[in-house]
């Protein structure tokens, strides 16, 4: 079996807000393996930035341990660590706010390059920077290279943050929301874009969005690892998670994905929630998260512990979800015993 590239064991991330501590990651565990799509997909505040960052490297974990090829990231030192940096490369929501307004496009791709002696003189550097633009469809690379990014449209931007991931050689790219800030017109062109850099230069992918249909379209091949506030309640192959969701959150997120085909759309099964209203992460309700708004919540079982993540009955991906996890159905609230 391939050796995961990265993996997060039981990771812990908490920040303080007045002194007062916000558990931001509880538990977490993942693994990117060589090549692949990995997308983390959740409403906003649930921890999928974060957890970008700390695969990055940007963020320590509080509790828990990130390795890389098996190894503690914490343990590791000198050219080790220099290589697990590299490796590792962030794609920013905005690229306007993360591409240095002062500088042309040709010196912040030449930057990288230069500080990590990857090419022998200027004249190869030159030569990479004009590879790289030809790589993410900014030709011809003579229009771009002089340019200052306030002079770029969004599009263009954002293929210039992905040039600049890529001067380093890495193995493994964080979109953090790549597409978000663009025009939807320019998200598929940008998408395609990705997907092509995967399958050429073998580079894995942890895409995070919060749009469920974004991340069906761009992992179908992949896998889609599913959080809420702070936790992975489901993970497993996008096609297993988009056809069987488990976990009455997925479910709520496949329902609410829009159709473009009416009749679809009028047959689609509806999930009415019991509650509109996410928690603070100051007050994370006991047991599982979700059981506030769940509309199959078990007293007595959803609200005791939090549940692990394993696979349950009838499905191939791991769940969060005891009355899953024991072999039972999600009985409606409503239709539930009183005295359950």
Same mark, same amino acid.
């Given at each position: 079996?391939?050796?995961?590239? =990265? ?31 990995? #997308? ?50 962030? @794609?920013?929501?905005?690229? &306007? ?64 943050? =992905? ?24 998200r598929i062109s940008l998408l395609k874009t ?21 991340? *069906? ?39 609410? =994905? ?9 047959? *689609? ?14 007050? =994370?309700?006991?047991?599982?998260? &979700?059981?506030?708004?769940?509309? &199959? &919540?078990?007293?007595?079982? #959803? ?7 394993? @696979? ?6 791991? @769940? ?19 005295? @359950?």
């Amino acid at each position: 079996m391939t050796t995961p590239l =990265i993996e997060l064991h039981h990771v812990d991330r908490t920040f303080k807000k007045d002194n007062q501590p916000i558990r931001v990651l509880q538990d977490v565990n993942l693994s990117v393996y060589p090549g692949e799509i990995l #997308c983390l997909v959740g409403e906003s505040g649930c921890g999928k930035t974060t957890t970008g960052k700390i695969i990055a490297g940007l963020l320590a974990p509080s509790a828990g341990e990130v390795r890389y090829h098996g190894e503690n990231v914490n343990q590791l030192r000198g050219e080790r660590l220099a290589t697990y940096r590299r490796d590792h490369q962030i @794609v920013h929501q905005d690229p &306007f706010a993360s591409l240095n307004p002062a500088h042309t496009i040709g010196q912040i791709l030449s930057y990288p390059i230069a500080r990590h002696r990857l090419a022998a003189n200027r004249a190869e550097v030159r030569r990479r920077v004009w590879e790289l633009l030809t790589l993410v469809d900014l030709t011809p690379p003579g229009d771009i290279v002089n340019k200052y990014p306030h002079q770029l449209s969004g599009g263009q931007r954002q293929r210039v943050s =992905i040039a600049r991931a890529l001067t380093v050689n890495p193995r493994l790219i964080i979109a953090d929301e790549a597409v978000s800030m663009v025009d939807v017109s320019i998200r598929i062109s940008l998408l395609k874009t990705l997907q092509r850099l995967r399958e050429t230069l073998g580079v894995a992918i942890v895409f995070i969005t919060h749009d469920l249909a974004l991340a *069906k379209y761009f992992a179908w091949e992949g896998r889609i690892s599913v959080m809420y506030l702070g936790r992975v309640i489901e993970v497993g192959r996008t096609e297993a998670v988009v056809h069987n969701p488990a976990h009455p959150y997925t479910r709520a997120l496949i329902a609410a =994905i829009p159709e473009a085909d009416p009749e679809i759309t009028r047959s *689609k099964a509806r999930l009415t929630l019991r509650s509109e209203d996410i928690p603070s992460l100051t007050a =994370i309700p006991p047991g599982c998260a &979700f059981h506030p708004r769940c509309p &199959f &919540f078990v007293p007595g079982v #959803c609200d005791v512990a939090p549940p692990p993540l394993d @696979v349950p009955p009838n499905y191939e991906q791991q @769940v969060a979800c005891l009355p899953l996890l024991g072999g039972g159905a999600l009985t409606p609230y409503a239709e539930q015993d009183a005295t @359950v």
